[in-house]
């Protein structure tokens, strides 16, 4: 089993940024992947970003490329997505995701579907 906390949700004005934290435990792999997805009331879980372990290659989801950053830290077990100029569709419980493998097909990685383990989720809120 792989646990994974997240952090670094909360409160930020329109046009701020915030960085949220992701940090893996128990069996986790070298390999596979790291995402972000959200989701607000009464709406699907959005994919926002993903990275690989291996080589780093990340992804975006369409409302959040050129704002959003993803990176990990192998050391730390720990995965970020940097969000800048946030606005208020941007206000969701922001989840992280991880699976032990990278898939052949990368798509795979932008649905929830794709993903074996989960955190409990941060609230953002974006105050316009």
């Known amino acids: 089993q792989v646990q994974l906390v997240e952090s670094g949700g909360g409160l930020v004005q329109a046009g701020g940024s915030l960085r949220l934290s992701c940090v893996a435990s128990?069996?986790?792999?070298?390999?596979?992947?790291m995402s972000w997805f959200r989701q607000s009331p009464g709406k699907e879980r959005e994919f926002v970003a993903a990275i690989t372990w291996i080589g780093g290659t990340s992804y975006y989801g369409d409302s959040v490329r050129g704002r959003a950053a993803i990176s990990r830290d192998f050391a730390k077990n720990t995965g970020y997505l940097q969000m800048t100029r946030l606005a208020a569709e941007d206000t969701a419980v922001y989840y992280c995701?991880?699976?032990?493998?990278?898939?052949?097909?990368?798509?795979?990685?932008?649905?929830?579907?794709?993903?074996?383990?989960w955190g409990q989720g941060t609230q953002v809120t974006v105050s316009s």
């Open positions: 128990g069996r986790t792999s070298s390999s596979g992947a």
């Open positions: 995701a991880a699976r032990a493998t990278t898939p052949e097909n990368a798509r795979l990685m932008f649905s929830p579907w794709g993903y074996d383990y």
